[in-house]
């Protein structure tokens, strides 16, 4: 039997478990439900399990007992596990009620990783390898990939992993089953930026006898956006939002400070230096303009996601021999979202793939996207989701036998 026709006679058991996971979402790194429910869903499956020590993570090694080299491959397939903060509207009879809502597809995820380890499992014998299993808390913000690299994640199998897939599902973008890639960075690297203008308050009247730091505040954010525009090569775009402003407490009080908060999106590590040195110095210097002084803390998240190129075209010949040429997509842009599995592709060959679960009923391009609380994925994406994962794998580690 084909991996794609056991993961087929897998669907309603996976399809069922995204939707018990669906009720039951957690935020953050902490995910006892969840990590739970996974652990039976894996029980009986001849793995080395180790659960993580400051998040709810866990790590699954699947051993092939294929003969092959002396130093056997391995391989590692991320599935993240975390919900969001979000209240569920989708109107779905399985939505979440707990004030959490899988707005991002995780469920999804697990399920299709569950449905990958029982079809690489039946097919033990044929692999001259190891899986690692890498379900994962914490990817929505709370970077809990750097977390189980730490506990040792990337060592699980003996040896790091020589290549390294995640599927991410989407609520629109393109058609319903389309496995999208593209090679090189495709999302953002993503950082925050904190800024604390400290000024002298005084009566609004009279602000010659105050340090006021709410205009500085505002030419730093107006500055900000012309700095992008003629300091970065609109081939290698720089995004900076500014979310949080925060200044005053009447009309006629100079503040003693004003703060903002900015996230800033880069697609290339020399892009984000640039702009980590940059922007402190363009606030440090309209500050000492305004006679205000200004505290600046840089939040690290995440590097630019990048696709291993010869990675991204061996996904998609995959795709197109197992499910045809139709079912995928060459994207030519990066999203602005950014990903913690950044992290493994900094180390580790691989490829980060998109799967459109767009309910067919609804406008790819309109419908309720990721993190809205109106969303909804088409859960029969799972077994094929499940089935290239396992392919992706299988195939890597029979290579090595020939």
């Known amino acids: 039997m084909s991996i794609r026709e056991y993961c087929n006679q897998l669907s309603t058991e996976l399809v069922a478990l995204r939707r018990e996971l669906h009720q039951i979402p957690e935020v953050g790194l902490d995910l006892p439900l969840t990590q739970a429910r996974v652990l039976k869903a894996l029980d009986g499956l001849p793995l080395e399990i180790t659960l993580g020590k400051s998040l709810s993570s866990i790590v699954a090694v699947l051993r092939g007992t294929a003969p092959g080299d002396n130093e056997r491959p391995v391989v590692l397939l991320r599935g993240d596990m975390d919900g969001l903060p979000v209240r569920e509207l989708s109107g779905e009879p399985f939505a979440s009620e707990n004030g959490n809502m899988h707005a991002c597809g995780h469920d999804l995820h697990m399920s299709l990783l569950v449905g990958a380890a029982k079809a690489l499992a039946a097919h033990r014998d044929e692999l001259a390898g190891d899986v690692i299993l890498q379900f994962q808390p914490g990817e929505e913000g709370f970077d809990g990939c750097g977390h189980m690299i730490g506990e040792g994640l990337l060592d699980a199998a003996g040896r790091r992993p020589d290549a390294a897939w995640a599927i991410h599902v989407w609520a629109g973008l393109d058609p319903l089953g389309t496995f999208s890639t593209k090679p090189g960075p495709v999302m953002a690297g993503a950082d925050v930026i904190k800024a604390r203008v400290v000024g002298r ?187 290239l994962l396992a392919e992706l794998a299988h195939r890597r580690l029979t290579l090595s036998a020939q």
């Open 201 to 387: 308050g005084g009566h609004g009247s009279a602000p010659q006898l105050a340090a006021d730091p709410v205009p500085a505040l505002a030419e730093m954010i107006t500055a900000t956006h012309a700095m992008v525009t003629r300091r970065f090569s609109i081939f290698d775009p720089v995004v900076v939002s500014v979310g949080r402003v925060q200044a005053g407490t009447a009309a006629n009080v100079i503040p003693e400070d004003a703060f903002f908060d900015a996230t800033m999106r880069t697609f290339s590590e020399a892009s984000r230096s640039r702009l980590m040195q940059l922007w402190p110095e363009l606030l440090e210097g309209i500050a000492r303009v305004h006679g205000v002084s200004v505290e600046i803390e840089v939040v690290e998240q995440y590097p630019v996601t990048v696709n291993d190129d010869a990675a991204a075209d061996h996904v998609a010949e995959v795709v197109a021999e197992v499910f045809g040429e139709d079912r995928h997509a060459r994207w030519s842009n990066p999203l602005a979202a950014a990903e913690d599995f950044s992290r493994i592709l900094e180390v580790t060959p691989g490829c980060f793939i998109g799967l459109s679960a767009c309910l067919p009923e609804l406008d790819p391009a309109t419908a309720p996207m990721n993190h809205s609380a109106y969303c909804r994925f088409d859960d029969s994406v799972i077994a094929d989701g499940s089935a």
